[in-house]
C-alpha cells in the first residue's frame, strides 16, 4: 500500500465523503434562498396561493430528505445518491410550476393589474433551484464514485464493507 | 531524537510565588527521566514550561543546543500527553490522531500513512473509526499516545497519564509505555507522583520537593541511596522507617534499641561520635534477628509477605516485611534485626555517606 492511488482508497475507510455530503448542504442552503425569494411574489389570487403552500410544503420534505442524504452520502452509501439526483431533478421541475407560472401571469391588486413574479425575482428563483440542482447532481456523482471506488479498495483488501 | 538541557530554571508567579527553583537537568537522547515527587512539589509545573505552556522566569532551555526558552510551544517540537487524554469527543480516532497533522496541512496520504503506523504500535487500528466514548480508558490513553507519535516530535512529555485509571490498567499501559519507550528509542519526560511509575520505566529520576530538586539518579540509586530524608521516605513503599540515635563507640543507641556497626558503618559515621543522627531502615530490611523487639500491633498478609506494624522502645513506629506468612497478633514481641541502615544528619536531613560527606 505504498502508491500514492491506494493511500487515497484506504484513507477513505476512515475519513468521510465531506465533499459529496458538503455539496447536499449547499443545495439545502440555496434552496432556503429561493424558498425566501418567493415570499416577495405579489399572490392575489387563491391559485397562488395554494401553489405557494404547496411549494412550502415541498421544501419541508426537501430540506428533511437533502440533510438525510447528505448524512448518508458521508458515510459512502451508494444508495443515497439515487435519492440525490432525484431529488436534483425534482428542483429542476420545480422551475416549471412555480416561477414559471407566476412569472407569466398577473392579477389585479387593488384594481391594478401587477406581475405575480417579475423578471427580476424570476432569474433569481430560476437560478437558486438551478444551483440547488447542480449541487445535488455533483453531489451524487462523487458519492457515487467514492462509494464504488471504496467497494472496490474494501474487497481487495478482503474486508467486509 | 533529541539532547534537552534545562539550566538554572526558577518559575515565579505574578502573586510572586514560587513554584520550581533553580532546576538543572541535561537529558541525553533517547533518555526516560521521570520527575516524581508530591503534589505541589513543582513536577508539572516544570514541565509544563518544557512544554512552553508556562512561561519561564529564569534559565534557559536547550534542545539540541538550541536556546528554546522564549520559542512558542507549537514551534518546541514537543508532544505532550495529559492526564485526562484531551482528544476530541466528536471526533473518531482516526481523526483524532490526524488532527495535529491536518492543521499543520500535511499531505494527507503522508498524515494516513503516520496515523495507521502509529496505530498499528499501539493496537488500535480495530479501533480507528470509533469515537472516544466508545472506547475504555487506556485505549483513550494510547490514543493520546498516538496523537503524539504521529508528530514524530523530539520530545515526548506525559503528564501523569496513568492517574485516571484503574490500578490494573494502570499496570498494563505502563508495561506500553516502556514497550513503546524502548520501540520509539525517544526521548521522554515523564511526571507522575507514583514512585512504582518512576522506579518501573524510569532510566533516571528527579525526585523533587517544594520546588527543589532533592536527588537526580538512576531508580536504583534513588532507592539504595538516596540523598537525603525526603528521597529515602518518598521512595520505596511501605516508607523507610525512621528513629533517633545516638552514635556509640561501635554501636547504635536509641528508644528501645541498640544495634552493632559495621566496621565500614563505624568509619562513615565517625565525625558524629557521640551525636544525635537519624536511622533509616526499609521495612524490607527488618529482618527476624536478636537486635532489638518489635511489639506489633497490626498484622498485614500480603500472600509472600507480612507486613508487621508496631514499635520498639516507647514511642519509636515501624513497619516490616517479613518474607512469608505470619499471624503475629497484637501485643506479640518480635525479634528483630536491620539489616541495613542508612543514616541522615539530624539537622540537615542530608544522608550521611562514605567520606563523610552530609
New interface residues.
Given amino acids: 500500500m505504498n502508491d500514492e492511488k491506494t493511500v487515497r482508497l484506504d484513507r477513505m475507510r476512515y475519513t468521510k465523503n465531506s465533499m459529496a455530503s458538503g455539496l447536499a448542504l449547499l443545495s439545502i442552503l440555496f434552496d432556503v434562498i429561493f424558498f425566501i425569494s418567493i415570499y416577495e411574489s405579489n399572490v392575489g389570487s387563491w391559485y397562488y396561493n395554494i401553489l405557494m403552500g404547496a411549494s412550502i410544503l415541498y421544501n419541508l420534505i426537501f430540506l428533511l430528505a437533502a440533510f438525510l442524504c447528505s448524512e448518508g452520502i458521508k458515510n459512502y452509501k451508494i444508495g443515497y445518491a439515487y435519492v440525490m439526483i432525484a431529488l436534483g431533478l425534482g428542483q429542476l421541475a420545480r422551475i416549471f410550476i412555480y416561477p414559471v407560472k407566476a412569472h407569466a401571469a398577473t392579477v389585479t391588486i387593488q384594481e391594478q393589474a401587477v406581475t405575480v413574479m417579475e423578471t427580476a425575482q424570476f432569474t433569481r428563483c430560476v437560478a437558486y433551484l438551478v444551483l440547488s440542482a447542480v449541487c445535488l447532481f455533483i453531489g451524487a456523482y462523487v458519492g457515487m464514485t467514492r462509494s464504488r471506488q471504496l467497494k472496490a479498495h474494501l474487497e481487495a483488501l478482503g474486508v467486509a464493507a | 531524537m533529541a539532547q534537552l538541557n534545562v539550566q538554572h530554571v526558577d518559575k515565579i508567579y505574578d502573586n510572586n510565588v514560587q513554584a520550581v527553583f533553580d532546576f538543572n537537568l541535561d537529558v541525553k537522547d533517547g533518555e526516560l527521566i521521570v520527575l516524581v515527587g508530591p503534589s505541589g512539589c513543582g513536577k508539572s509545573t516544570t514541565l509544563r514550561m518544557i512544554a512552553g505552556l508556562e512561561d519561564i522566569s529564569a534559565g534557559h532551555l536547550l534542545l539540541d543546543g538550541k536556546d528554546i526558552t522564549q520559542t512558542p510551544a507549537k514551534d518546541r517540537d514537543m508532544a505532550m500527553v495529559f492526564q485526562n487524554y484531551a482528544l476530541y469527543g466528536h471526533m473518531?480516532i482516526?481523526?483524532n490522531m490526524a488532527f495535529s497533522l491536518t492543521l499543520r496541512k500535511e499531505n494527507?496520504?503522508v498524515i494516513?500513512?503516520k496515523?495507521?503506523a502509529a496505530a498499528e504500535i499501539l493496537g488500535l487500528t480495530s479501533q480507528?473509526?470509533k469515537k472516544p466514548s466508545q472506547l475504555s480508558g487506556g485505549q483513550r490513553q494510547r490514543v493520546a499516545m498516538g496523537r503524539s507519535i504521529v508528530r514524530n516530535p523530539k520530545v515526548f512529555l506525559f503528564d501523569e497519564p496513568l492517574s485516571n485509571l484503574d490500578a490494573k490498567l494502570r499496570g498494563a499501559t505502563r508495561r506500553e509505555i516502556l514497550l513503546l519507550h524502548k520501540r520509539l528509542q525517544a526521548t521522554m519526560l515523564y511526571v507522575t507522583h507514583d514512585q512504582t511509575e518512576a522506579l518501573t520505566l524510569a532510566d533516571r529520576i528527579v525526585c523533587m520537593s517544594m520546588g527543589h530538586v532533592q536527588q537526580v539518579g538512576t531508580p536504583l540509586e534513588l532507592y539504595d541511596d538516596p540523598a537525603n530524608r525526603f528521597v529515602a521516605s518518598f521512595i520505596g513503599l511501605p516508607p523507610m522507617n525512621f528513629f533517633d540515635a545516638t552514635v556509640r563507640e561501635g554501636f547504635l543507641e536509641g528508644c528501645g534499641f541498640k544495634v552493632r556497626l559495621s566496621e565500614e558503618e563505624k568509619g562513615i559515621l565517625l565525625p558524629y561520635a557521640g551525636k544525635e543522627i537519624e536511622l533509616g531502615v526499609r521495612p524490607e530490611d527488618v529482618q527476624e534477628g536478636t537486635e532489638t523487639a518489635l511489639n506489633v500491633f497490626s498484622n498485614e498478609n500480603l500472600g509472600m509477605n507480612t507486613l508487621v506494624h508496631g514499635h520498639i522502645g516507647d514511642n519509636n513506629r515501624i513497619s516490616a516485611k517479613l518474607r512469608g506468612w505470619y499471624d503475629y497478633k497484637a501485643g506479640d514481641n518480635v525479634n528483630v534485626a536491620f539489616a541495613r541502615k542508612h543514616f541522615f544528619d539530624k539537622a540537615s536531613g542530608e544522608a550521611i555517606r562514605k567520606g563523610g560527606k552530609a
Fill in positions: 473518531t482516526y481523526e494527507p496520504n494516513h500513512k496515523v495507521l480507528l473509526n
